[in-house]
């Protein structure tokens, strides 16, 4: 039977993997499991998938070389999250070994969050509740409503024009900034623009781009500058898009009324700690796409992309097929047989 290490610490294997894929998993292989509350070392990690066939890997697992080169038996490393930025594909290729991604199941859940962290920095709502609680009440002040109000959504990909289409029903203007052409922009309240017309123009900053070497601190001190005096800024993309000393230095100087942030700089894609504590900042850690739906979504990709190489086919999500072949000896493959 097919043996498969899953790379999840024990601690996040339930919030993030589930007892359905688990379940799903088991059905069609043989599993071990991470038994440490922790990210293992490389060196824990080869140990540990010794005569494995498949490594099913959590969102932090990097892939380095010496991974692919210690485990001669592996034929998979399948990434149950969509970033495969940590993981060394040339060297995984040059092993044979197939390298897959989950497709994002957690559009729904992200653009969600981001619409709570608006609402809630708009109207104070989070600031009101603790201040009660604490016993001293703040004195009122003027909320933002959203309808009326304009959000810049950077990077117009799936969780963009979702979010894009809730905006517009809250009766939002939503201007979006992205390299390729925008479908439906010029209807109705979607504008395609630049994207200094879109920090000098919105309410609500959003950040979605991708994170790669042109996006890196893309939002530095020159483009909170550019954003309107009192406007919000919000990152539910990646943590390296964003000069945190720069947002900081935002927020200090009252130019902007606060952000929402549930990536970052820290480990794990997690809010640095200094910027967490600023009190016009919303940090949560980085649980914008943890929903149920979300997490089963990749989880359950990830044991289909397992199934699929199981009978001899090359699943979705497949980056590197051209260069992969020791999955085509494992018995029940066309090219065993």
Not at 65 to 93: G, H, K, M, N, Y
Not at 299 to 315: D, I, K, M, N
Request: hydrophobic fraction near 45%; aromatic fraction near 6%.
């Amino acid at each position: 039977m097919t043996r498969v290490f899953v790379s999840h610490p024990s601690d996040k294997l339930a919030p993030y993997f589930g007892p359905r894929a688990t379940e799903a998993l088991q059905a069609i292989a043989e599993v071990r499991f991470n038994p440490e509350p922790r990210e293992l070392s490389i060196e824990a990690l080869i140990e540990a998938a010794q005569g494995c066939d498949a490594l099913i890997a959590y969102r932090q697992t990097p892939g380095p070389e010496r991974l692919f080169r210690a485990l001669p038996q592996l034929a998979a490393f399948l990434r149950c999250a969509v970033d495969i930025r940590t993981v060394d594909v040339e060297a995984a290729s040059a092993h044979g070994v197939l390298v897959t991604q989950a497709s994002p199941g957690y559009v729904a859940a992200v653009a969600e969050w981001i619409l709570a962290v608006m609402t809630d920095l708009g109207r104070g709502i989070g600031r009101y509740a603790r201040a009660y609680q604490d016993g001293r009440p703040l004195a009122p002040f003027m909320g933002r409503q959203l309808r009326g109000s304009t959000l810049g959504v950077i990077g117009y990909g799936q969780i963009g024009q979702y979010l894009g289409e809730l905006a517009l029903a809250f009766g939002m203007r939503v201007l979006a900034s992205d390299p390729q052409p925008i479908e439906g922009a010029g209807r109705a309240g979607l504008q395609q623009v630049a994207l200094p017309a879109l920090l000098s123009q919105s309410d609500f900053v959003v950040c979605l781009a991708p994170a790669n070497a042109a996006t890196e601190r893309l939002m530095d001190a020159a483009a909170f500058a550019a954003m309107q005096r009192g406007a919000f800024f919000v990152n539910a993309a990646r943590g390296e898009l964003v000069d945190d000393e720069a947002l900081l230095a935002a927020l200090e100087s009252g130019h902007l009324a606060g952000c929402a942030i549930d990536v970052g700089r820290a480990p794990d894609q997690m809010p640095d700690p200094a910027l967490a504590r600023h009190p016009q900042v919303i940090a949560t850690p980085h649980i914008g796409g943890l929903t149920l739906p979300a997490i089963e979504h990749q989880a359950l990709e990830t044991v289909a992309q397992l199934h699929a190489l199981l009978r001899g086919e090359l699943p979705e999500g497949a980056v590197n097929a051209a260069h992969a072949d020791r999955w085509r000896r494992w018995p029940g493959t066309g090219a065993a047989r």
